[in-house]
């Protein structure tokens, strides 16, 4: 299975910048951290960046196109984020999600998600 811990979040004021890592151990071959996901205070769970397993392709949430930058370099994860508004502070977890067909394991685990414990992110104006 696999671990994820994120780290780099902290205040910033609006038009800052902020770097998040997430580094992952365990079988980060066959269940690699493919996404970063938010969640503000009373609102749902958002996704807001993914990046394939081999790297080539990002895709954004609307919000953050054009000022977030998700890549991956060997097992840690990480998302840049520039100009940065109140309207990004929340809690920011990296996703892990089994590759289907890798690995061996039951196939109950090929549903599963892996979480880190979230690293929060605060913009003052």
């Known amino acids: 299975q696999v671990h994820l811990k994120e780290s780099g979040g902290g205040m910033v004021q609006a038009g800052g910048s902020l770097r998040l890592s997430c580094a992952a151990s365990?079988?980060?071959?066959?269940?690699?951290?493919k996404a970063w996901y938010r969640q503000a205070p009373g609102k749902e769970r958002e996704l807001v960046a993914t990046?394939?397993?081999?790297?080539?392709t990002t895709n954004y949430a609307d919000s953050v196109k054009g000022r977030f930058t998700i890549s991956r370099e060997k097992h840690i994860l990480y998302l840049q984020m520039d100009k940065l508004n109140p309207e990004d502070t929340a809690l920011y977890y990296c996703?892990?999600?089994?590759?289907?067909?890798?690995?061996?394991?039951?196939?109950?685990?090929?549903?599963?998600?892996?979480w880190g414990q979230g690293t929060q992110v605060t913009v003052s104006s």
């Open positions: 996703n892990a999600h089994p590759e289907r067909g890798c690995g061996g394991y039951p196939e109950w685990l090929y549903e599963k998600d892996y």
């Open positions: 365990g079988d980060t071959i066959c269940i690699p951290a």
């Open positions: 990046i394939t397993s081999g790297g080539s």
